[in-house]
């Protein structure tokens, strides 16, 4: 499939936009309870956190299975594409972040079947219910679209990482002003989870954020909450 640039460009402003309605806003990923827990308090914590979300917990995960399913279905290997499925759904430290994963992956493949349909998205969600984490949803869906690797997996993890931003902006709670420093500040981490992320062996992959997941665990019983994980 053949696609210009500023049409690639279009589809993926659209699909990873915080108005594309897949209820990202409605996600921490644990940083609910890392403000609460006094871990994150200030812009410089803040970006810490991020950084370390992106670089060496799901982030680092989510951009190798993105990686790998976008190859898996530029190539017409549905068998490898429904590994990957399998293995994204296993590969969740903790229950709210296998919730935030699947349920956004759900969202995205159903809106995008209807507003930019295609009969292999289709036979995706027959196949496997619409259960397909976030990650994997995107990468085979640029890839049926003919919208290159290295641009999905920059707008991939910067959307992720700007949700984030927006979260603790809101729960910290910090400044616009602030929150638009955090980002600019988190580029160049994004640009190498972007490289590190189509070298990546899923063979040899994990994460090496334990205080991640602990957070998302406590965030299960916290007791005030503004967010779904």
Same mark, same amino acid.
């Given at each position: 499939?053949?696609?210009?640039?500023?049409?690639?460009?279009?589809?993926?402003?659209?699909?990873?936009?915080?108005?594309?309605?897949?209820?990202?806003?409605?996600?921490?990923?644990?940083?609910?309870?890392?403000?609460?827990?006094?871990?994150?308090?200030?812009?410089?914590?803040?970006?810490?956190?991020?950084?370390?979300?992106?670089?060496?917990?799901?982030?680092?995960?989510?951009?190798?299975?993105?990686?790998?399913?976008?190859?898996?279905?530029?190539?017409?290997?549905?068998?490898?594409?429904?590994?990957?499925?399998?293995?994204?759904?296993?590969?969740?430290?903790?229950?709210?972040?296998?919730?935030?994963?699947?349920?956004?992956?759900?969202?995205?493949?159903?809106?995008?079947?209807?507003?930019?349909?295609?009969?292999?998205?289709?036979?995706?969600?027959?196949?496997?219910?619409?259960?397909?984490?976030?990650?994997?949803?995107?990468?085979?869906?640029?890839?049926?679209?003919?919208?290159?690797?290295?641009? @999905?997996?920059? !707008?991939? *993890?910067? &959307?992720? #990482? %700007?949700? +984030?931003?927006?979260? =603790?902006?809101?729960?910290?709670? /910090?400044?616009?002003?602030?929150?638009?420093?955090?980002?600019?500040?988190?580029?160049?981490? @994004?640009?190498? !989870?972007? *490289?590190? &992320?189509? #070298? %990546?062996? +899923?063979?040899?992959? =994990?994460?090496?954020?334990?205080? /991640?997941?602990?957070?998302?665990?406590?965030?299960?019983?916290?007791?005030?909450?503004?967010?779904?994980?």
């Amino acid at each position: 499939m053949t696609i210009t640039t500023e049409a690639a460009l279009y589809r993926l402003m659209t699909w990873l936009s915080p108005a594309y309605p897949v209820g990202a806003f409605s996600y921490s990923h644990g940083l609910e309870y890392a403000v609460e827990a006094g871990r994150v308090c200030d812009a410089s914590t803040l970006t810490e956190w991020i950084g370390s979300v992106l670089e060496y917990g799901a982030g680092r995960v989510d951009g190798a299975l993105l990686a790998k399913a976008w190859h898996a279905t530029t190539d017409g290997n549905e068998a490898r594409l429904h590994e990957l499925v399998e293995l994204a759904a296993a590969w969740r430290g903790t229950a709210e972040m296998a919730l935030e994963s699947a349920a956004q992956g759900a969202a995205f493949l159903a809106i995008t079947c209807k507003a930019w349909p295609h009969p292999r998205l289709d036979a995706l969600i027959e196949a496997t219910k619409g259960e397909v984490a976030l990650s994997v949803a995107v990468g085979a869906a640029a890839a049926l679209h003919g919208i290159p690797l290295a641009p @999905v997996l920059t !707008a991939y *993890l910067q &959307a992720f #990482a %700007a949700n +984030l931003v927006s979260a =603790g902006v809101r729960l910290v709670p /910090l400044g616009q002003t602030d929150g638009q420093r955090i980002t600019a500040a988190l580029e160049p981490v @994004v640009a190498r !989870a972007a *490289l590190a &992320a189509m #070298a %990546a062996d +899923l063979d040899d992959l =994990g994460t090496a954020a334990p205080l /991640l997941d602990w957070c998302s665990m406590k965030h299960e019983t916290q007791y005030t909450r503004l967010f779904r994980s």
